[in-house]
């Protein structure tokens, strides 16, 4: 899915590198922990928080995600703006809760950055506890 249409879906505005809407996106992954995303998001992602700050502009330049939406409204100040244009990653924000804009985003066939393992399957889950 190109950035572009995910701008479109979500009701995006763009923060940064508007010039890079031609990205495309595989996965989407969500997590106001950035813990969760070092550990469990892929490349080539989106990846949409309510935590606005350098950490994770950070987060997502070491893991390869390709763009960040901040939801709920949230706007990043403009020291992050500034350095997600160094990291060359595009900044949007939607109105959406977080909640929202996964589901408007996996309807419209984005693939999520985990694999699901059913209850009582032989493969091992994210959390083998369960």
Same mark, same amino acid.
């Given at each position: 899915?190109?950035?572009?249409?995910?701008?479109?879906?979500?009701?995006?505005?763009?923060?940064?590198?508007?010039?890079?809407?031609?990205?495309?996106?595989?996965? !989407?992954?969500?997590?106001?922990?950035?813990?969760?995303? =070092? *550990?469990? @998001?892929?490349?080539?992602?989106? $990846?949409? &928080?309510?935590?606005?700050?350098?950490?994770?502009?950070?987060?997502?330049?070491?893991?390869?995600?390709?763009?960040?939406?901040?939801?709920? !409204?949230?706007?990043?100040?403009?020291?992050?703006?500034? =350095? *997600?244009? @160094?990291?060359?990653?595009?900044? $949007?924000? &939607?109105?959406?809760?977080?909640?929202?804009?996964?589901?408007?985003?996996?309807?419209?066939?984005?693939?999520?950055?985990?694999?699901?393992?059913?209850?009582?399957?032989?493969?091992?889950?994210?959390?083998?506890?369960?």
């Amino acid at each position: 899915m190109l950035l572009s249409e995910i701008v479109k879906i979500l009701s995006c505005y763009v923060f940064a590198c508007d010039n890079r809407l031609d990205i495309d996106i595989k996965f !989407g992954c969500a997590s106001d922990l950035m813990s969760d995303v =070092l *550990a469990f @998001s892929q490349p080539d992602a989106v $990846l949409l &928080t309510g935590l606005v700050n350098s950490q994770t502009i950070h987060t997502a330049y070491i893991s390869e995600i390709r763009a960040i939406v901040f939801v709920r !409204g949230k706007k990043p100040t403009e020291d992050i703006v500034q =350095l *997600a244009e @160094s990291k060359s990653i595009p900044l $949007l924000c &939607t109105n959406y809760s977080m909640y929202e804009a996964c589901g408007l985003l996996y309807k419209a066939g984005l693939e999520s950055t985990m694999e699901f393992v059913p209850p009582n399957s032989s493969k091992k889950s994210f959390n083998s506890s369960f």
